[in-house]
């Protein structure tokens, strides 16, 4: 169901509307549009608008400045990474052919380590021959030595029982005179 619906206004004795005030023949709202003219007009004459432009100038130019500065410095962040980069990559290059390089030396270390160990075998096996050879003249002309020793004996024993003073005499004067013919 619906409410009563309820209204109130207020009447003027006479029925009249209420006057606006005004001063001077200028309501409230003339009065606003006077004062804001007026204060136009004094910034127009100060110079306002142009002092905010110059302001505004101002700021803008700095705002430039600072983008500019910021792609001054983008650039050399840019070209400090590429250095960079260039630099690292470098690096690795160097790293790669130090490592070659100490990989070639390495190979010529085991390399000549691995000759000079053949020559050390073959030179001690050499100088076991040598030694070996050396023993067996050695003995051989012991062994010469021996026999010759043992001949001469026997030899010896042999002449003395099958010869005389005579006989000796006789092999003496012909070993003096070989011997003086020489």
């Given at each position: ?23 001077f023949g200028l309501t ?155």
């Open positions: 169901m619906a409410e009563p619906h309820t209204t109130a206004s207020t009447e003027v004795p006479g029925g009249h509307e209420a006057a606006e005030p005004a001063a409230a709202p003339a009065w606003i549009a006077l004062a804001m003219i007026v204060v136009i007009a004094i910034m127009v004459w100060k110079k306002l608008p142009g002092a905010i432009a110059r302001a505004l100038d101002d700021k803008i130019a700095l705002i430039r400045d600072q983008l500019a500065e910021a792609e001054e410095l983008r650039k050399e962040a840019e070209a400090l990474k590429a250095e960079y980069a260039k630099k690292a990559k470098s690096a690795d290059k160097d790293r790669d052919a130090l490592l070659e390089r100490a990989r070639l030396e390495a190979d010529e270390i085991v390399a000549k380590a691995k000759s000079d160990a053949e020559a050390l075998i073959e030179r001690r096996t050499r100088m076991a021959e040598d030694k070996i050879a050396a023993e067996e003249r050695a003995a051989v002309d012991q062994l010469r030595a021996t026999a010759a020793d043992a001949a001469v004996r026997a030899a010896a024993r042999l002449i003395a029982e099958r010869n005389d003073a005579g006989t000796d005499g006789k092999l003496v004067d012909q070993a003096i005179k070989e011997i003086a013919s020489r």
